[in-house]
């Protein structure tokens, strides 16, 4: 293993409060949840395969997987998280998640080759330099055997100004400055203390977080739009729960989910590429 710097205590902090066991149940997080699921579901190879999920947190994905018949060995580098997902799949204990550790994306404890999946989907974006995502990058394509995928999530460079719009936080003229250099370099820094205000971030380009795919050695990575535009709705929790409305909104984010235009008005980007056969 590489060794790396430590992870950020502020990052660490955040997520120590507890709050992302039960996040992708509620609010537009919903649309998140089931769209990160339907991609997975189409580029995954199917099950049994091996799965390692890098910064799984709470283990919502890993034993979602896991009881799909996956075996899915998760890494997170908050404690609270890896003791969460432990307990994730209780009640499904013949389709538990195989192992959930301490790891880091940038030190993964792992073979080469060992995996037939690699998800991303966190690490990327508290990751706010470059060289730290690269070694990211770089770990899940070494722990990937040949023909292997990897899934990697990315937060939007628009994602703040879209929540600030719809929440009214644009008044606060803090607020707008974090916007200001969001949208400036992606370093999203968050210096008040105030949790609803996410922790330090990156945010990506949509063509950006396709082109570290690549410069990686995943040459054939395509980047989609998650949510699509249906997250910023003001009343988004009442058209989510009508069944009808549900089908509108993921049918209009699949229907723009690779469109140039508008990729970047997702929420979350996904990439998803494939470690080529026969290149070390």
Known sequence: MTDVPPFD????????????????????????RARTEELLLRFLPPAPARVLDVGGAAGAYACWLAQRGYTVALFDPVPLHVEQARQACDGHRDRAIASADLGDA??????????????????????VEVEDRRQAWAEARRA?????????????????????????????????????GDLRDGRHLNDTGRPDYFTTAYFHQPDELAEEARGAGFDDA?????????WV??????????????????????????EPAIIGLSAHLLAVGTRREGIS
Request: hydrophobic share 45%; proline share 6%.
């Open 9 to 32: 205590p502020a990052i660490g902090a955040f997520y120590a409060r507890g709050g992302e066991q039960a996040r992708l149940g509620q609010g537009v997080f919903q649309i998140e």
């Open 106 to 127: 940038r030190a993964l404890p792992v073979a080469d080759g060992s995996a037939d999946a690699v998800l991303l989907l966190g690490p990327l974006y508290h990751l």
């Open 144 to 180: 990937l055997r040949p023909g292997g995928v990897v899934c990697a999530a990315g937060v939007s460079r628009f994602a703040s100004l879209m929540d600030g719009l719809v929440r009214g936080y644009l008044e606060d003229p803090t607020f707008a400055r974090f916007v200001a």
């Open 222 to 230: 395509r980047v989609f739009g998650i949510e699509g535009p249906g």
């Open 233 to 258: 709705l003001g009343d988004f929790e009442r058209r989510w729960s009508d069944p009808a409305w549900r089908e509108r909104l993921l049918g209009a984010a699949r229907a723009v989910e690779q």
